[in-house]
């Protein structure tokens, strides 16, 4: 199988080369030239299997050049006890139609573990496979999860380095801690006066650099990315979603075969993406519900096929989707128009003018799909409140943002078709905001609000984030996005 990119649609790499490289020479996002097909034995099988048998199926069908055996050293050394559950991904049936998907259980607290644990394995393996004898490293501009989970996975891994840039005013505090105290000899974190979007821009623009490639190729190291942009992080997250379905079936929920709708917080659209390519593959899902909090630029073009950037950006407590420029988009518009120049067309446009129009076949492809819809702050706080104390059940605030918006769209339509809400972060990571949603009055910042969330709820906090208090700071340097190509200079000197 080959990967091509959005902006050419020809030409093709190998899997292991598109992992490598991360972002196209060309600008675009490396996709499979053809996804791969199952049928109802295939999801059937998958319903017997643990987490990692799942995983293992799943990715196997689109990186041929690694062999069973690889797939599974790599997903059993992934997903093992650096989760805190031995289901990896659980499922909680709330009602008769409506379920929650954890996907924090690994180190960070947050979904991106789900990719990043196995994604720097993925790349040495296939770094291993091309001969490359360079160190990598690895670039990434976070809105504050994958910067962590990025640093966790790549961690003291042989020929690899990791930088990570995080916008200085636009993640919680805990999670600036979670980074400032990373630990490993490979690492640096450095934060960016500005909002993601400047860190975002900042990268790309390094990735872009021609005389800088050289510079670094000259002193034995190159650039990649974990950014959700990167195939690498795209592909692991496809196997939860037959994993949901089949915990479905499993739990009763769901007939096998039956359609099931997801619910998913959504911010740079890697996350409902991988979803779109189960759906690709045959498993039977109704609708993708794409939830966005204030920053709703992805509900207008669901909505109107136009992309338009050009709006104020809201700080919210949802800060992981806090998001103007949605990266894996570009992804479903090429494979849904197959129009390399198109696409190309329209990232130009994005670019220059913050804007584009995806045309009206376009629109009404994406719509057949996905339903858009967003939440404002403080009704993502209220169904916080709400579902804990009708239910029990203790999300975050960004998964309070997509519960959010599957009850609205259900009142609505007035119907309750069987959906799975996409959980991606821990509660403990957003203590104060679920704090303040769940009416407690708290004198408590940064990592005491870990404490102060449990002590309120008498649910248990997560080890590494209950431990974050006592650990010693190691980055706290900031920098403009103008230096932040001389701080990558001085990190690989
Ligand atoms: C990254 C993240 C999201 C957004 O996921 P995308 O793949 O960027 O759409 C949502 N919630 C949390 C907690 C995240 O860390």
């Given amino acids: ?19 490598i490289r991360g972002i196209a020479p060309d600008g675009g996002l490396y996709v499979p030239e053809t996804i791969p097909a199952v049928d109802m034995d295939f999801i059937r099988r998958l319903a017997s299997m643990d987490y990692r048998g799942r995983a293992v199926e799943v990715l196997s069908l689109y ?49 991106k573990d789900m990719a990043l644990q196995i994604m720097p394995r993925l790349l040495t393996a296939s770094l291993r496979k091309n001969g490359e004898k360079r160190t ?5 501009a976070t809105s504050g999860d994958t910067g962590k989970a990025a640093l966790e996975g790549f961690k003291g891994v042989p020929g690899t380095r990791i930088m990570v840039f995080y916008p200085r005013d636009g993640v919680s505090q805990v999670q600036k801690l979670q980074m400032a105290t990373q630990e490993g000899n490979n690492v640096n974190v450095v934060a960016v006066e500005g909002n993601f979007d400047d860190a975002q821009t900042g990268v790309k623009k390094i990735f872009a650099d021609r005389d800088f490639e ?22 692991p997250q496809i196997a939860y979603y037959f994993s949901a379905y ?64 050009n709006r104020p950006f809201h ?5 992981s989707m806090d998001i103007l420029v949605s990266s894996n988009l570009e992804r479903l518009l090429y494979c849904l128009s197959g129009d390399a120049d198109r696409v190309r067309d329209m990232m130009e446009k994005l670019g220059a003018e913050g804007r584009y129009d995806a045309g009206e076949d376009l629109r009404k492809a994406v719509q057949a799909e996905f339903t858009g819809g967003f939440c404002r702050d403080a009704d993502a706080k209220e169904e916080l409140g709400r579902v804990w104390r009708e239910l029990g059940y203790l999300m975050d605030t960004h998964t ?38 769940l009416g407690a009055v708290t004198s408590e910042t940064g990592p005491a609000l870990v404490d102060e969330l449990a002590a309120f709820t008498g649910l248990p906090a997560p080890g590494p984030l209950a431990g974050l208090g006592q650990k010693p700071v190691r980055f706290d340097k900031w920098v403009t996005k103008e230096d932040m190509e001389s701080a990558v200079s001085e990190f690989l000197a």
């Fill in 63 to 111: 990186l041929e050049e690694f062999s069973r055996k690889e797939l599974e050293d790599i997903a059993e050394a992934s997903y093992g006890d650096n989760f805190d559950c031995p289901a990896v991904a659980p499922l909680r049936v709330l009602d008769g139609t409506t379920a929650y998907l954890e996907l924090w259980h690994g180190p960070t607290s947050a979904f």
């Fill in 214 to 235: 050289k510079v670094l190729d000259g002193r034995g190291y190159f650039l990649s990315s974990a950014n959700s942009i990167n195939w690498g992080r795209l592909v």
């Fill in 400 to 437: 309070a943002v997509a519960s959010r918006v599957l009850r609205q769209l259900r009142e609505k339509q007035g119907v309750s078709r069987p959906t799975v809400v996409v959980s991606t972060a821990s509660p403990f990571k957003f203590g104060g905001a679920v704090l303040e949603a």
């Fill in 315 to 319: 700080l919210t407590s949802s800060p």
């Fill in 246 to 309: 089949c915990d479905m079936v499993n739990a009763g929920a769901l007939e096998m075969g039956e359609k099931l709708d997801f619910c998913v917080p959504t911010g740079n659209f890697g996350n409902i993406l991988a979803g779109w390519y189960a759906k690709q593959m045959g498993l039977p899902v109704g609708r993708f519900l794409c939830a966005s909090n204030d920053n709703n630029v992805l509900t207008d073009f669901i909505a109107t096929g136009v992309y338009d950037k």
């Fill in 1 to 19: 199988m080959k990967y091509v990119s959005t902006r050419q649609g020809r030409g093709g790499v190998t899997a292991s080369q598109a992992i």
């Fill in 136 to 140: 990598v490293s690895i670039l990434v």
